[in-house]
């Protein structure tokens, strides 16, 4: 069997989850989906309408496709025929069609791409929140929060993610690193030792350096936490536990704003979340800290700011 149809076959064997929007299901699932099947699902998105009164015959001339393969599309997103996807689709359609990034048209004013971008950045953020499990987030919580050092890693967008959560960590009395540069974050990951915890964002969980940074952390004894888009087989094996926060946005063709943004988030939740373990203690002297910071800024302001 051929990696293709092998990704096809686990496709297939993924029920659609109940009551979740279909054509957000369609955008989660597309880069999935074998190229035939993906044609069917860019013209159901193209046009959800046309989609609900048209019959197997009529969506697959207008897709350029078979009919066995719309049948083979319904199935490999876990539904039980045309009919009830077509039943589903009618429930998302009512209920509004999300605005994404490929229904953008050149001639959009400034005040609809606005909205559009807007409409389409909510929409994701809520469906990774639905998405995400609870469990594994209070998990990682408790991982964070008995941590001797934390080591952040990633690359690209998700560095930028890494580097946020190594400005707020600090804050919670813990050691903590992140580096940019792939030979850096390579030997800090091979110089951490049991107790401590390798955080590794990455969207498509598939970055080759950073799953050698894992590997490397993960034989030291060092715990490792994923934080990914995707929950991949390559990256979920060198965890020892990985958060998935999935959105809606193809990393494919745009640069990946909204999963950054749905990181962004994740982190500020497991944040939060190890800051109220700390107790009252540390919360009184955070709040010291910052009170101290503050009147530093005060002091060092232009002359346009005393005014």
Known sequence: MSSGEDRSVAVAERPAPSGRNVLELILVRLPELRKSDRRVAEHILSDPQAALVATVAETARRAGVSEPTVMRFCA?????????????????????????QSVLDATDTPQKLTDKVFDYTMTSLDWARSQLDHEAVAQAIDLLAA?????????????????DAQQKFPLFGVPCGVHSDSHQQFIAASMMQPGDVAVAISNTGQTSALLET?????????RVLGIS?????????????????????????????????????????LAVGVAMRRGSDHQQRL?????????MRSRHAGPSDEE
């Open 214 to 222: 894992m590997r490397a952390a993960h034989e030291t004894g060092a």
């Open 147 to 163: 941590a001797r050092r934390i080591e952040f890693f990633g690359f690209g967008a998700s560095w930028i993610v890494a580097a």
């Open 229 to 269: 888009g995707r929950a991949g087989r390559r990256m979920s094996r060198l965890c020892d536990l990985l958060l998935v926060i999935e959105t809606l946005e193809n990393t494919d063709v745009y640069t990946p704003t909204i999963s950054r943004l749905a990181a962004l988030v994740l982190v500020d939740i």
């Open 76 to 100: 490999a997103l876990g539904f039980e025929g045309f009919q009830d996807f077509k039943i589903k689709l009618a429930h998302s359609v009512a209920l509004g069609v999300p605005a994404t």
């Open 287 to 295: 709040a010291a800290m910052k009170k101290k910071l503050s009147v």
